[in-house]
């Protein structure tokens, strides 16, 4: 079964632009995590931000989690071709397992 | 340093035929897991180890699917017979035992993934 469930399940922009990609979950968590996957690859972890954390910042990616909504965001700013990939949303409560959304894929234009 | 390694990267057999899939998990991470994706899907997991205990395989369809973890380092995914429906990639991935990270989090690290069809 899949936790979380992201939003849209697919985005097209240019180079330059911002990208914002959204999860939602269902049940408390300790900790969410955002992993990209580009094609035919496995997954690559992004960023982790804690239950009691509201915003993070990694390079071009921000984070923000909003508990009380079960919610969170992802944004790259200034996107480039590069960063065409799928990114998943995963979720879990301590030393339990990582549950994973069902991803957007991104796609960037030069 | 060497990443998680997965073996073969593609595979096709025919439906009833058995395979089975090999990962060597990153030097000193004591957690596996056995992740299947789905065209379009987020990974669902399969199984967890913890060195050679597999603590979570509530997912794993037991009466086709089996794995092990010997010596509490590589693993193998074995499937028999395999089925139309068990198309997909199938993820290894490994972390540092849970609790490690001071948020108690697990961070994965994957491999590149074997992907399976079924004919």
């Known amino acids: 079964s899949q936790q979380g469930e992201e939003d849209p399940q697919a985005l097209s922009i240019q180079e330059g632009e911002n990208a914002t990609m959204n999860c939602s979950y269902k049940t408390s968590i300790n900790n969410l995590q955002w992993y990209r996957q580009n094609s035919g690859r496995g997954l690559v972890h992004l960023i982790l931000i804690r239950s009691n954390e509201r915003e993070k910042h990694s390079g071009r990616l921000r984070v923000t989690l909003d508990t009380s909504k079960k919610s969170s965001s992802l944004l790259i700013t200034a996107s480039r071709a590069a960063d065409t990939a799928s990114y998943f949303c995963a979720t879990d409560k301590i030393t339990d397992k990582l549950i994973f959304g069902t991803g957007t894929r991104l796609q960037v234009f030069p | 340093e060497a990443g998680v390694v997965q073996s073969p990267r593609y595979k096709i057999i025919e439906k009833k035929q058995p395979v089975a899939f090999w990962c060597n998990p990153i030097s000193g991470h004591n957690t596996l897991y056995w992740y299947r994706q789905n065209l379009g899907q987020g990974p669902e997991l399969l199984i967890r180890y913890e060195n050679e205990e597999a603590v979570d395989d509530s997912q794993l369809p037991k009466d086709r699917f089996s794995a092990e973890r010997l010596k509490g380092v590589d693993s193998t995914l074995k499937i028999q017979p395999a089925e139309l429906g068990d198309s997909a990639v199938y993820l290894c991935?490994?972390?540092?035992?849970?609790?490690?990270?001071?948020?108690?989090?697990?961070?994965?690290?994957f491999g590149a993934g074997s992907r399976l069809t079924v004919l």
């Open positions: 991935a490994s972390s540092l035992e849970a609790g490690a990270y001071s948020s108690g989090a697990n961070v994965l690290t």
